[in-house]
């Protein structure tokens, strides 16, 4: 089965293949269900050849983008790039784009526009092929029958559309030897061809997960997409797995895009990682990279959304905030003891009493345009008040605190003052875009700056929640945005 095998494409010298030759090309997708977006103006790409993931926590829109890219659904908006040949055909896109046209094949090489094809178009003519979170399995048929019935689109032409094959002519024939040869090869590589008589239901769920995989490279797809291969196999089952799909991407050069959680899996055999969460894209690049971005480790790998992961990024990007860096304040003098009769003001009330002053100037960001939405007013320093513990608002942890007073947000009352372009622009800057709406933090803000508490806010004041700092003020009274 030699001649089955086809060339690892090339990697260009210092360029990720990805960005130099790319397979697939995902562009401002945009999955709506009424008023829900499962998936947000999202753009990334797979490498001819390469093994890319797709990951992110449950719910993230990840299977969404699979049905997408396989014509089950169709997007709100976007397009989907699939290329037949090397390079990226920039030329030939944009022809067929501007023509209506569904694809353009000439030769070896081919543009499909897989928005605009239909699911059956997309596996025969784009040759993009799936497997699913369930398996589906023809469990009636024995396991070389389920390999041959993928083979289907090839036989029904060989056979004249049914004449042929019930006359038994030689073209007929001829085929059908070639797909039985070609499904023994994909049973062997997967080690089921000593089952190859068997219902395929009495198969071991690990061995129909193989199969499941050799039915789809039947097709002869130039990508695999793979929901989730690894799910409910054991660590020798993945380990299994893993050298399947590396055998795949070195010796046939077929590129795979897969959906998976199990880490292992991830970790070993990806090119390319792009991690989503609620349908936006917070990560894209190698592996060493994925692995150490905050924001994946945060939201995936299951930091608790009350806690924030104080790393050298985060610094460093406190001190780059703004140019203007005003100097230190001295700390306020210490108060006079109060004459006897007179009432202190109540907790609450000092809460609410605690606005930024105008006179303290604005802060602004070097590069705010680069970022959606609109920056938020914010002041350098705290007004007379003090500042609050924004440590108070559910989701807001020290790090996220330090990178709000670098906006010069200080206070409850400033952040329940946002409106949508600024909630937007924030969500941006700090790498989570639309986790404040999801979280609520506008509407927990109205309440602290009136002096109320929320249930989280008294969790906080009694010392419950680790990764936020107990009190209604902050550690300090002074200090200065742009630098924490």
Known sequence: MDAMAKKKPSEAAGVNRWENDPVLSVEHLTMRFGGLVAVGDLTFEVGRGDITALIGPNGAGKTTVFNCVTGFYKPTEGRIIMRHGPGRQDDT????TGSGARFKKEGDKGVFLLERMADHEIS?????????????????????????????????????????????????????????????????KTRLVDRADDPASDLPY?????????????????????DEPAAGLNPRESSELNELLKYIRDEHGISVLLIEHDMGVVMEISDHIVVLDYGVKIADGTAETVRSDPRVIAAYLGVDEEEEIDVPEVREDLSSVTKDQPPEEKAPPARKPRAAGKRAAPAKAKAAAAKPAASTGEVKVADADKYPGKQPPGTKKPGAGGANNLTR???????????????????????????????????????????????????????????????????????EVATSRPGRGAARTGGKGGKA
């Open 393 to 463: 608002i559910k989701g807001v942890g020290p790090a996220s605190e330090k990178k709000l007073n670098a906006l010069g947000i200080w206070n409850f009352s400033q952040v329940a003052a946002w409106k949508k372009a600024e909630i937007e622009w924030v969500g941006s800057y700090l790498g989570f875009p639309g986790r404040i709406e999801r979280e609520e933090w506008v509407k927990q803000a109205k309440v602290l700056a009136k002096g109320g508490d929320t249930e989280f806010s008294k969790r906080v004041d009694s010392g």
């Open 93 to 96: 896109v944009e022809a067929v």
């Open 124 to 188: 025969h003519k784009a040759r993009v092929a799936r497997t699913f979170q369930n398996i589906r399995l023809f469990g009636g048929m024995t396991v070389l029958e389920n390999l041959l019935v993928a083979q289907h689109n090839p036989l029904v032409v060989a056979s004249g559309f049914s004449f042929g094959g019930i006359l038994g002519l030689p073209g007929y024939k001829k085929a059908e030897e070639e797909a039985i040869e070609k499904a023994v090869y994909w049973l062997e």
């Open 206 to 226: 690990g061995a129909q997960r193989r199969l499941e995989i050799a039915r789809a490279m039947c097709t002869g797809p130039e990508l695999l997409c793979l």
